[in-house]
């Protein structure tokens, strides 16, 4: 036999103790449904708390895309102040120039 099992399988005067497989095989059952239970159960929580950092990294910016955003707008106040200094010269040379224009 393949399980190097030697018995005979014509016998019939072998005791069988039915009732007790019986009931190893039902014990047995009932702690793979309970283990199919605690594993479902388990991962119901560990979907939720991922979920919940899902959450928690949606409601913050990744740190990288902070600071170039940051870097961005330090950029444009910088573009956008040298604009106004130069705007600032040119219509003071332009008073000028009308001032000498018109008054002078």
């Known amino acids: ?8 399988i014509t016998k019939t005067d072998h005791k069988c103790t039915q009732g ?3 009931a190893m ?12 239970a605690d594993i479902k159960c388990d991962q119901k929580e560990q979907l939720e ?3 919940a950092i899902q959450l928690s990294l949606a409601s913050r910016p990744d740190a990288k895309l902070l600071q170039k955003t940051i870097a961005k707008v330090n ?3 910088i573009y956008f102040g040298l604009i106004g200094v130069a705007l ?3 219509i003071g ?7 000498r224009f018109f008054f002078g």
């Open 1 to 8: 036999m393949p399980n190097g099992y030697n018995r005979d």
């Open 20 to 22: 007790a497989t019986m």
């Open 25 to 36: 095989i039902c014990e047995k059952l009932e702690n793979l449904e309970k283990t199919i």
């Open 49 to 51: 708390k991922l979920e």
């Open 75 to 77: 950029a444009h106040d």
């Open 88 to 90: 600032g010269f040119i």
């Open 93 to 99: 040379w332009l008073t000028g120039v009308l001032d």
